[in-house]
């Protein structure tokens, strides 16, 4: 709601609006907060379980108009407004944002997942497919055509993809630059996510995560933007961002799980020089080798992450995976005491803001734990491979399909 309600975009906050709440990003997360904590079997601002997904909290819509609809933003933000009521009725909680700092004017609307009522909103493929129509009746009867491209009839092509090909760009490569801007300020690939969508960018998520850039046609799926972008080498990137230098540690292995890493590192390294493997970068922008291989570098961070922490064997790291388990789950309900006892005491304003602080700190501390987590996950699923055998004879199975895949597309003569 903060990004939504920028100034910048919204002409001083002349195009916002709000329904059931207030149309500061503050008053209206607190206030959407006590409608949902009312009807919800869980706090709006709770922690998510370190396993399976948390609780959907609030939907985010966009609604976006091509500059050829001529859509005035006084219109666009009229028609934004009708599309809530008609989609939503009077008792949504409700925050309305149309920015009309790009050519393309789009208006975000963001709901309350609970409505004063306490009917529990929905959003998935069959209600996405409900509110689209809603939309487009509400667009028609304003006078705006639904355009060929974004109901799969016709080749006609928008304003954005227009001026990606007038400047030798593509979608692909802008959600590449967008990824590789957003990594160093994230700690998770849910986060990435969630920033993107904070940009304006659309998220499917199934077996492979798709991505829409505003404004254009189709969902591309990350893994065919290059093999620095698949789930697993964006996890890695994130991951392990901040552990190792991506080079083969200097010392000698003290356990036997020191040791099979030691050997693994040194066969990856020769499959890279020996172009064996399939050739995923580290640093996107620098040129491929041994020293800016992902595989190389998510290896030597972990055989960091095990030399560092004095991990001794893959019984200690599964102890310490279960101990991890238990912090976070203590630590949660732990959080979620304090968010009673603060909503309990919002008559106390130095008493609210005291709680209101601890909270924040134990959500850091929650944080901290579940990126370890992770880690050590991720160390234990590597270790498997590396221990049956697997790790290398993937590894080498990847480059045979990546060869004979890209072979299949050469034209034949």
Not at 240 to 252: F, I
Not at 267 to 287: C, N, S, Y
Not at 289 to 306: F, G, M, P, T
Request: charged share 30%.
């Amino acid at each position: 709601m903060r990004y939504i309600l920028n100034p910048g975009k919204t002409e001083d906050l002349l195009y916002t609006a709000s329904v059931n709440c207030m149309t500061d990003a503050e008053s209206a997360y607190l206030q959407m907060r006590l409608v949902y904590d009312q009807f919800a079997k869980d706090h709006f601002n709770s922690p998510p379980p370190l396993q399976g997904k948390g609780s959907v909290k609030a939907i985010h819509y966009i609604q976006s108009f091509s500059p050829d609809d001529n859509v005035t933003p006084e219109l666009a933000h009229k028609i934004a407004k009708a599309f809530l009521r008609k989609a939503f009725g009077d008792d949504v909680q409700a925050v309305i944002a149309t920015h009309v700092d790009k050519d393309h004017l789009h208006s975000h609307i963001i709901i309350n997942s609970y409505s004063l009522s306490g009917q529990k909103y929905y959003a998935n493929r069959q209600s996405l497919k409900r509110i689209r129509e809603i939309s487009d009746g509400v667009c028609k009867a304003f006078g705006i055509d639904i355009h060929p491209n974004l109901t799969g009839k016709g080749k006609s092509i928008n304003y954005k993809e227009w001026e990606h090909k007038k400047n030798g760009t593509s979608w692909k490569q802008q959600i590449r630059d967008e990824i590789d801007c957003l990594i160093p300020t994230i700690s998770s690939l849910d986060e990435l996510l969630q920033e993107l969508e904070e940009y304006g960018y659309e998220i499917k998520r199934g077996k492979y995560i798709s991505i829409r850039a505003p404004g254009q046609e189709r969902f591309v799926r990350t893994k065919t933007l290059g093999d620095e972008y698949t789930e697993d080498s964006l996890n890695t990137r994130i991951r392990y961002r901040d552990v190792g230098t991506g080079n083969t540690p200097e010392q000698t292995a003290n356990s036997k799980l020191q040791a099979a890493y030691v050997a693994i590192i040194g066969d990856i390294r020769i499959l890279a020089v020996q172009r064996k493997k399939v050739p995923r970068k580290r640093i996107v922008t620098a040129e491929y080798s041994a020293e800016n291989d992902l595989d190389v570098y998510k290896l030597s961070a972990q055989l960091s992450v095990i030399s560092k922490e004095n991990i001794q064997s893959i019984g200690d790291l599964q102890g310490r995976i279960t101990k991890l388990r238990a912090d976070y789950e203590k630590q949660r309900v732990a959080v979620n005491d304090l968010i009673d006892e603060y909503n309990n005491s919002l008559a106390d304003i130095k008493k609210a803001e005291s709680l209101y602080k601890r909270i924040t700190d134990q959500k850091e501390k929650l944080l901290q734990i579940r990126q370890r987590h992770d880690v050590y996950c991720d160390i234990a699923k590597t270790y498997g491979e590396i221990s049956k055998g697997d790790y290398i004879s993937n590894l080498v199975e990847e480059e045979k399909q990546r060869k004979a895949q890209t072979n299949k597309k050469k034209p034949h003569r």
